[in-house]
């Protein structure tokens, strides 16, 4: 039987999603180690690279934290999206909770 043979492609695994909040953290790690080295090559006081180091730490754990956050809270939502509704099918209820005017009580009467 000669037909069209299916392309290995279509047998392929997607690879696993980057960890790109990951990356950057260890970026910026890198960064915080890498800038004082060369302040103090170009002759910048070694208080001044040390409060350069904890400066550019104390951003990077305040990114690393916002970071994560929002890929809990995208992760959620997606979870969300995915996952059949369940409760009242966002049916209306009766009473004040619809729409429309009310007659009676509250008017002032002239």
């Not at 909040?21 to 208080?47: E, I, N, Q």
């Not at 809990?72 to 619809?98: F, Q, V």
């Amino acid at each position: 039987m000669s037909g069209p043979r299916p392309s290995s492609e279509a047998h392929r695994v997607a690879p696993p999603p980057r960890d790109t909040a990951g990356d950057v953290v260890r970026w910026a790690v890198f960064s915080c180690l890498l800038v004082p080295v060369v302040l103090l090559a170009y002759g910048t006081s070694p208080a001044g690279a040390a409060g350069t180091a904890l400066g550019l730490a104390a951003v990077t754990g305040a990114c690393r934290v916002l970071l994560r956050q929002s890929e809990r809270g995208a992760a959620r939502m997606a979870a969300e999206d995915r996952a059949p509704h369940r409760g009242r099918h966002h049916r209306t209820g009766t009473g004040s909770h619809r729409g429309g005017r009310h007659t009676g009580g509250d008017t002032p009467v002239s």
